[in-house]
């Protein structure tokens, strides 16, 4: 199993419609050019539709514990990795906390700012304290 792959695909999905672009796993998955066991991409796929269901929960979670940042201000990358990450820590409580916050910060690294890593650490790590 690949879920840091997986996870990726998410974050990329969730960002590509965010722009208007295409969000489809194939699409997504071409673009990057990866594969997907099986396993990884139900699991991708379970995050990138576990983000809709809940995204009004998850975004309100992402709102309250940016300090002094509203959504609009957030870069959309790190919007992405926050939601697949904040799903994760509400609604996935067979993955641990620790394992979520490692992968969002490095997705962070390899896709954000400058200061996306420590920003998407905080806002979990509060997060994370208050569940």
């Not at 792959?5 to 965010?18: F, H, P, Q, V």
């Not at 975004?59 to 940016?66: L, Q, T």
């Not at 990450?85 to 916050?101: C, N, Q, R």
Request: aromatic share 6%; charged share 25%.
């Amino acid at each position: 199993m690949n879920h840091t792959l997986s996870r990726e695909i998410a974050m990329k999905r969730l960002y590509a419609e965010t722009v208007g672009g295409e969000d489809s796993l194939e699409n997504t998955l071409e673009q990057s050019e990866c594969v997907l066991s099986e396993e990884d991409a139900v699991f991708s796929d379970r995050l990138y539709e576990g983000v809709h269901a809940h995204l009004e929960t998850i975004d309100a979670e992402i709102g309250s514990n940016a300090k002094d940042w509203s959504l609009p201000r957030i870069a959309k990358v790190d919007l992405s990795i926050l939601r697949v990450a904040v799903y994760e820590l509400l609604f996935e409580k067979s993955i641990p906390v620790g394992a979520t916050v490692n992968e969002a910060v490095e997705l962070a690294k390899t896709f954000g700012g400058d200061k996306s890593a420590a920003f998407i650490n905080g806002v979990l790590g509060a997060i994370a304290k208050e569940h």
